[in-house]
């Protein structure tokens, strides 16, 4: 009745490896597979559209995560951006609002924030600039 269809699952060779026991105070940005069993205190920014995190039951951020696809099974202590495909793992605990096209969730994960689904079309987004802008062309518009 229910199958676990294991063809879906996120997989990436480990370009890089942040061992238990090392913390780092500072931005990530990487290109590959990155696979965290440390600390990182500061953003993680994934360089190429096949770029993957892997946050281990060890694994702990402290600030955001931007990234094509993610498993975690740490704690994020962040907003999390993920691009393309999540896997939440059961130990996995998010502090911070979940942005994600595809989701994958076990039971057991925990997220305090909002779960965001992005469609991953491109948006013309609007700014207090813009805003002011379009307001004044039609103040212009109308005194003329």
């Not at 780092?24 to 993957?52: K, M, N, R, S, Y």
């Not at 605990?93 to 924030?113: H, P, S």
Request: glycine share 14%; hydrophobic share 40%; aromatic share 4%.
């Amino acid at each position: 009745m229910f199958r676990s269809d294991k063809r879906d699952r996120v997989v990436a060779s480990i370009s890089t490896l942040i061992a238990d026991g090392t913390t780092i105070h500072g931005d990530i940005q990487f290109d590959g597979g990155l696979h965290l069993d440390g600390a990182v205190h500061g953003t993680i920014a994934a360089e190429g559209p096949g770029a993957v995190l892997t946050l281990s039951e060890k694994g702990r951020v402290k600030g955001e995560v931007h990234v094509f696809s993610a498993v975690i099974n740490g704690m994020v202590e962040g907003d999390l951006h993920v691009a393309e495909r999540l896997e939440l793992g059961a130990s996995a605990r998010i502090n911070g609002n979940v942005y994600y096209k595809v989701l994958e969730m076990t039971a057991g994960a925990q997220v305090t924030g909002s779960m965001n689904y992005v469609d991953g079309t491109p948006r013309r987004l609007t700014g207090p600039v813009a805003d002011a802008d379009a307001a004044a062309g039609a103040t212009a518009t109308a005194s003329a």
